[in-house]
């Protein structure tokens, strides 16, 4: 039976991909490894956390011993690592935890399994899962490529490039197994609601303001999770060691025009008088150094591997914001305690 470890498992994208993996492989056996940090919740996982190949590991990859004697006792066949500290606004406030989690804990992560493989690493495989926030931002024209040039200009950027730039060394320097895929932004069920659609669903649910940062002209390149989860799924099996896969939705969104969309679902939805839900929209003072835009430029996943997304956008927006109204309960209890500390100090002087 092959041993996987995915770690950050319990997030957003983790938890998709954990739900895949243990149902589509019931010969292999999905170890999640994670911290369950304010974003970890083993809530997201309920559907699987008993079938029987699955297991759940708590813990912190920034623990050195920890990791090392996890990786011992289990000799895992294949490591798909997730676990990060993922918002930007988060790294901005407060830079260290990201580098801890994001740099050492993928130092830490990369050892174990240089470790562990050393006699054979012969069909042996590390997946580190990144982001193209790491290419910079874009201006109106062209999209990143697997050959952009690194550019990280957030905190979580630059801690997220320099484990891409790691990985890479492990590789050519040890010869360890390793994919990366850089990915565009994510949307779907279980998304924090830290992060722009979970946050404006949730505050239209309360009729509070919907914060959008500058003018609302910034662009990013929208997915649906389960779409991500493919690619990597494709990647972790078919994908050749050493090789960068971007990963897009070929979705490009100004945040207005986006939020705007989602209010008029949200209307619709909640039986609410169209343009009811636009009145909240609130223009907030801009976040730091604000990226203006990323579009990704998947064409190597699709001609090399054959992935392309199957989720269309509309329908794939109106799948979130349904599931969001009928799992009302959990957002409240994501939203409770810490995050009301954590949104009152983020948007105070917005
Ligand atoms: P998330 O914040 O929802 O989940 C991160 C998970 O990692 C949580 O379960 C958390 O408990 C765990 N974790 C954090 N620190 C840990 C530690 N020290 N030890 C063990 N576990 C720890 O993040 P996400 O949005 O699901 O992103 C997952 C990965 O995908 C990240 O590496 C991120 O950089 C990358 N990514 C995200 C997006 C996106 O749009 N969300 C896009 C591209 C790439
Ligand atoms: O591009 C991939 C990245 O996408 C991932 O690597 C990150 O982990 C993920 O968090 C996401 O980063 P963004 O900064 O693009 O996502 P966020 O949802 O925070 O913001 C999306 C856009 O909306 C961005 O331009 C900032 C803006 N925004 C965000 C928030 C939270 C607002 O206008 N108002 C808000 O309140």
């Not at 170890?31 to 956390?49: V, W």
Request: with cysteine.
């Amino acid at each position: 039976m092959k041993k996987i470890l995915v770690t950050g498992g319990a997030g957003f994208i983790g938890s998709h991909l954990v739900r895949l993996l243990v149902k589509k492989y019931p010969d292999y056996r999905i170890i999640n490894m994670d911290k369950l940090t304010y974003a970890g919740n083993l809530a997201n996982l309920t559907d699987i956390e008993n079938l029987p190949n699955y297991e759940f590991v708590k813990g912190d990859i920034v623990d050195e011993d920890f990791v090392m004697m996890t990786f011992d006792a289990y000799r895992f066949d294949g490591v798909i690592h997730l676990a990060a500290e993922s918002h930007v606004d988060r790294s901005i406030a407060s830079p260290r935890e990201f580098i801890m989690t994001n740099i050492v804990g993928t130092v830490n992560l990369l050892n174990a399994a240089r470790h562990i493989w050393k006699d054979n690493a012969e069909g042996k495989r590390f997946y580190h899962i990144s982001t193209d926030e790491v290419y910079g931002s874009l201006h109106d024209e062209g999209k990143f490529l697997e050959t952009t040039p690194y550019d990280p200009r957030s905190p979580y950027s630059a801690s997220k490039a320099s484990s891409d730039h790691l990985v890479r060394a492990y590789h050519h320097t040890f010869g360890l197994p390793a994919v990366i895929s850089n990915c565009s932004n994510n949307y779907g069920p279980f998304q924090f609601p830290e992060k722009l659609i979970p946050l404006c669903i949730n505050n239209i649910r309360h009729g509070k303001p919907l914060p959008v940062y500058g003018e609302g002209t910034n662009i990013r390149d929208w997915l649906y999770v389960e779409d991500h989860a493919r690619a990597i799924d494709l990647i972790f099996h078919q994908g050749i060691d050493g090789e960068t896969y971007n990963i897009g939705g070929n979705n490009e969104w100004r945040n207005i025009d986006l939020v705007k969309k989602l209010c008029e679902i949200m209307d619709r939805k909640m039986g609410r008088h169209p343009g009811t839900s636009e009145q909240l929209i609130t223009f907030v003072k801009d976040r730091a150094g604000h990226d203006f835009r990323y579009a990704i430029d998947a064409s190597k996943l699709q001609n090399n591997l054959g992935w392309s997304p199957v989720v269309k956008f509309d329908e794939g927006f109106e799948k979130t914001v349904e599931w969001y109204l009928e799992n009302p309960e959990w957002l409240n209890n994501v939203t409770s305690g810490n995050y009301l500390k954590y949104y009152e100090t983020m948007y105070r002087n917005r």
